[in-house]
């Protein structure tokens, strides 16, 4: 290897860490115009206790809240850099790019995020998938009386 080689290597290295931090800095500049249309939050039974104040909830690990904004769990949380409506998903399917950190490494991670229309089945519901479409989390209102897990209806 010549030494002009060996020197590219570290300035090449620098430039992909600058790109990066300037992708990432652009991102997190446009993240506060990045709202889901949702009017409350969303959570699983303990992100629903802590959103509403229920309960002791301080030390217990887990819970699961979406709001317009942001969407957060135990050690980690996601603003959003960009939110989308998927096509012909009568504005209750959405792409979320979120800006993400826990545990102090920041991450990027994309959510999909569906709301039951007025007149579905469960119309307080909001399903979380990850990118690949699985499901990550379903989530009821926290302004809705919450089920015990198991239970339909």
Known sequence: MTSRETSIKPVALFASVLL????????????????????TAYGDELGCARV?????TVFEPGGLVVRADAFTGYEWGCSYGAVWTFPHSEDTMFGVQGLCGGEGIPYLQRFIMELRPPGA?????????????DIFAELRSCAAPQRPPGRKG
Do not use: M
């Open 20 to 39: 990066g931090l300037a992708s990432w800095s652009a991102l997190a500049s446009a993240s506060s115009a990045a709202e889901l249309p949702i009017t």
């Open 52 to 56: 509403n104040g229920t309960g002791d």
């Open 121 to 133: 089945p469960d119309p307080q519901e909001l399903t979380v998938y990850t990118e690949e479409g």
